[in-house]
């Protein structure tokens, strides 16, 4: 399946036509309908810069976890994957 995903995306001359998903209409804050993609774009832009929050530079506490185990080497081999 990833050698599929893998083909086809090497082998397509847009990526939008492996990944592009469509999504359907939206509705704005003024109960106008919204089927543009980039009007679309931006109204999501506008939602999640406002839902977002300014980082502070404080991290919150965690709590120190006992490790049991660790992995101490690690091989990747191409043939293994394809």
């Known amino acids: 399946m990833l050698y599929n ?3 086809s995306v090497c082998f397509t001359s847009t990526l939008t036509t492996v990944y592009r998903s469509t999504i359907g209409a ?3 804050e003024n109960d106008t309908i919204v089927t543009s ?3 679309k ?3 999501f832009n506008v939602y999640y810069t406002s839902a977002g929050v300014v980082d502070d ?3 919150p506490p965690c709590p120190n976890v ?3 185990s660790t992995i101490e080497n690690i091989r990747f081999d ?3 994957i394809v």
């Open 5 to 7: 995903l893998i083909t």
């Open 26 to 28: 939206v509705v704005d």
């Open 41 to 43: 774009a931006n109204m």
């Open 66 to 68: 006992a490790v049991k």
């Open 78 to 80: 191409i043939s293994e």
């Open 37 to 39: 993609d980039s009007d």
């Open 57 to 59: 530079g404080i991290l």
